[in-house]
């Protein structure tokens, strides 16, 4: 149990396109989804906690116009890079809260490998 | 603030030695979960064990084994006769109840378990 999908999980875009990325929660129910990113030999970096029904928050640094969090049903969580620049390549995570589990457990998806030429 | 520090940046070790990565936390809280997840080459996260603020037990896991201690704010991990498949990134994370259940990842260590 507790599975966890993204989709693509690789994606080659060009410079001023944009890209979205589906994550889901395949065997439960999740009002809460996060969000990383991880460059190349870098650790994991939280990007946006997504809440269904309700705006995504944002940490400090990330672009709330350029990544686009969309969490409309709980099962499923979309993240849309706008206008996606070379320097947006990298390993986007997500991971998944159970809504009848524990605060501190999290599912995480297989990541989508994002480059953009 | 909360933050994870894990100074071993690379390891490598011969197949069938012990190693132990280290990891050191810093939070004011007093619940806190301690987690360490593994990192193949393919990338997806692979969890291996979470620990609460409240269970200072060690555990043991076939090979893996975690020492916990809150006097050193340390929570380390040990492979006991490393093999190559081993090998990978760890990353160890603290979440409490400041963050909402929010993870803070270490910088990660690279374990490479050679032949």
């Known amino acids: 149990g507790a599975v966890v999908s993204q989709h693509p999980s690789w994606v080659i875009c060009k410079s001023g396109t944009s890209v979205k990325i589906e994550c889901r929660s395949l065997d439960f129910q999740a009002t809460t989804m996060f969000w990383y990113r991880q460059f190349p030999k870098q650790s994991l970096m939280l990007m946006a906690t997504s809440n269904e029904g309700s705006k995504a928050t944002y940490e400090q640094g990330v672009e709330k116009d350029k990544f686009l969090i969309n969490h409309a049903s709980l099962t499923l969580s979309t993240l849309t890079v706008t206008s996606a620049h070379p320097e947006d390549s990298s390993f986007y995570i997500c991971?998944?809260?159970?809504?009848?589990?524990?605060?501190?457990?999290?599912?995480f998806g297989p990541g989508t490998r994002l480059t953009v030429t | 603030a909360q933050k994870v520090t894990q100074a071993q940046t690379e390891i490598s070790v011969v197949e069938k030695e012990d190693v132990t990565l280290d990891c050191v936390y810093e939070t004011r809280d007093t619940t806190y979960y301690l987690f360490w997840y593994k990192q193949p080459p393919s990338g997806e996260l692979v969890f291996l064990i979470r620990r609460n603020s409240f269970d200072e037990q060690n555990e043991i896991s076939g090979r893996y084994s975690w020492n916990f201690q809150k006097s050193t704010s340390s929570f380390n991990f040990t492979i006991t006769a490393s093999q190559v498949v081993d090998s990978a990134v760890y990353f160890c994370?603290?979440?409490?109840?400041?963050?909402?259940?929010?993870?803070?990842f270490g910088q990660g260590t690279e374990l490479s378990v050679k032949p």
């Open positions: 991971s998944a809260r159970d809504v009848q589990g524990s605060l501190y457990e999290q599912y």
């Open positions: 994370a603290l979440s409490d109840s400041n963050q909402g259940g929010k993870l803070i």
